[in-house]
């Protein structure tokens, strides 16, 4: 059975860096695109980057220049490494796996940015 566990979220302060983790098991990382959303109270979730099996990145318009996505595919893992952080990237982040069939879903990680 496909799993996701992130880890890496806490409480930093404006200006500050933390680095996620998503590590799949019963899936091969390599074999699906994957990524990291984030959703807040009241919102709909959100992507905020993506890395594909080539290597080939996106970000959303918000995050571009801050935050860097990143896989490992031997550990079958995907990192976000968020730099410059603003209170806004405040929310839960979720990790996604994607195969073109199937979606999987990690439970969600808290990351507070406090000012």
């Known amino acids: 059975q496909a799993q996701l566990v992130e880890s890496g979220g806490g409480f930093v302060q404006v200006g500050g860096s933390l680095k996620l983790s998503c590590t799949a098991s019963g899936i091969a990382f390599s074999d699906h695109a994957g990524g990291w959303y984030r959703q807040t109270p009241g919102k709909v979730r959100e992507p905020v980057a993506a890395i594909y099996s080539v290597g080939t990145t996106s970000y959303a318009g918000s995050v571009r220049g801050r935050f860097t996505i990143s896989r490992n595919d031997a550990k079958d893992t995907v990192y976000l490494q968020m730099n410059s952080l603003k209170s806004e990237d405040t929310a839960t982040y979720y990790c996604?796996?994607?195969?073109?069939?199937?979606?999987?879903w990690g439970q969600g990680t808290q990351v507070t940015v406090s000012s």
């Open positions: 996604n796996a994607y195969d073109g069939t199937n979606n999987y």
